[in-house]
């Protein structure tokens, strides 16, 4: 498979693949968003600029955990959305 994307710095420095998308809103709009390139992921997590975009309200998280590569612990965050 081929993947047709490119890399993107993010706000924390890193630089990651990432490929281009669309995703629809539940009104019909058609919102552009940056997706991760990540062939072992079972999930996608919008950021809070997709988030916002598709005009979906806001939830407040108390806590979440995303375990990175390998089940690392190091590779925990706490997303707040609020």
Known sequence: ?????EWL???????RPIFR????AANG???DAPFLVDT?????VLSADV???????????PRLS????????NHRYAITAG
């Not at 995303?66 to 612990?73: A, F, P």
């Open 29 to 31: 709009t058609i919102v």
């Open 51 to 61: 988030f916002a975009a598709l005009g979906l309200p806001r939830l407040v998280i």
């Open 66 to 73: 995303v375990v990175g590569v390998g089940l690392n612990q």
């Open 9 to 15: 710095q993010g706000r924390d420095a890193e630089v």
């Open 40 to 44: 072992g992921a079972d999930k996608t």
């Open 21 to 24: 998308g669309r995703v629809v």
């Open 1 to 5: 498979m081929r993947i047709d994307g």
